[in-house]
């Protein structure tokens, strides 16, 4: 609960960073190359640590299995409810 609050937190804080402009402009332009890099290397060690995991490995087919109702589930859900949300701003 308390790596939750965390996370909030900091999100917060960018909020507010950007609503006050504090950030100057050719900084916010080198900010999407850190946040590519840091994606990046949060997507490898996950990868480390899927592969280090030999619960995940040895139950792959099943998890995979779920994995994917799960992201069907959530991009169709997540492409009707844009739609719903577009579609009724320009009525």
């Known amino acids: 609960m308390k790596t939750i609050i965390l996370y909030v937190i900091i999100i917060l804080i960018g ?4 609503k006050k402009k504090i950030i100057p402009e ?3 332009n080198k900010v999407s190359h850190f946040q590519t890099g840091s ?5 490898g060690f996950m990868g480390y640590k899927i592969g280090a995991n030999d619960d995940i490995i040895n139950n792959l087919s099943q998890l995979g299995i779920q994995a994917i109702i799960i992201t069907a589930f959530a991009i169709i859900f997540s492409i009707l409810i844009v739609f719903i949300i577009y579609r009724g701003g320009r009525e």
């Open 15 to 18: 909020f507010f960073i950007a």
């Open 26 to 28: 050719n900084l916010k």
């Open 39 to 43: 994606l990046f290397f949060l997507l």
